[in-house]
């Protein structure tokens, strides 16, 4: 519990930053109309491959011992690899609508 603690007082400012980014990201989707949302998002997505850079990068800088932001570092390659292989699935699917039979 006290890493947890120190992780969050060490990291406030970036976690108020990542807090504001969600809020301020479902303001902006949320006045997309209907008809751009899936290949507005799926483009979107592949921007995750940032999120993806970053945390390797500062995974290879952390100290071996923080067990916290090691899993939180693995969690966010991990889920945002998931988000890049998404969007191009979807992306994918929706371009074959579009093709002549």
């Known amino acids: 519990m006290e890493q947890i603690l120190e ?3 060490l990291y406030r400012e970036q976690i108020y930053f990542v807090i504001l980014s969600v809020f301020v990201g479902v303001e ?4 997309v109309p ?7 998002m799926s ?3 592949a921007i995750h491959g940032v999120v993806i ?4 990068h500062v995974m290879l800088n952390l100290n071996p011992e923080d067990t916290l932001a ?3 570092g693995f969690l966010a390659v991990f889920l945002g690899t998931l988000n890049v292989v998404g ?3 979807v992306t994918d699917r929706m371009l074959e609508m ?3 039979k």
């Open 70 to 72: 090691l899993i939180l």
């Open 98 to 100: 579009f093709k002549k």
């Open 7 to 9: 992780f969050f007082s």
């Open 34 to 40: 209907t008809v751009l949302h899936t290949p507005l």
């Open 53 to 56: 850079i970053g945390a390797i």
């Open 43 to 45: 483009g979107a997505n």
């Open 87 to 89: 969007g191009f699935v």
């Open 28 to 31: 902006i989707i949320g006045g």
